[in-house]
């Protein structure tokens, strides 16, 4: 136990999680299309008001597929981690824990959302159609995720600690 915690890499799990979390909210916010009618339909109004149009089989449906959806963002952030963590011949411990973090973070909704999602919501904003409101936010979320992966100076930053190169340049007198 104690050689499995000296291998992982807390900078790894970190960024990690972060890029898992963004692809839990891009793939929560693409599962809405599972029923775009019946989001259109409640938007503005109660679902009291709409039991007669809606069924009740129709919201579970949805709604299952709409919990189910933060779980395949998992997913992939942990089958993205495993990839990574393949290619630079990091322990691949270090996405195990990044499954259970962002489950757990998932499950009990530690992040807090609301906040975030204002300032990722922002590109959606320009469009006035729903659907690509949604897409828009989904792309954006998607690619953060991504950007957290594969950039150069956050792989860096993983393997030594800093973003920029440890070179200091002396000042010419």
Known sequence: MKNFISKLNWRLILVHVL???FFVYSAHSLSYFYDIEMVRMTLGKTL???EHIISPVRIA???LFISVSGYIGVVVGTIAS???CKKYKWFKGNSIVVLLISSLFYKFD???WLFINSVFYF???LFHHFEAKLITHSVVLFMFGVLCLFNKRIIRFIETGRFINSQVTEPVS
Request: glycine share 0%; hydrophobic share 55%; aromatic share 6%.
């Open 110 to 112: 530690i992040i807090e």
């Open 48 to 50: 009291d008001s709409m």
């Open 82 to 84: 495993l990839l990574l």
């Open 61 to 63: 449906y949805a709604t």
């Open 123 to 125: 590109p959606a904003r």
């Open 19 to 21: 890029a898992a979390c």
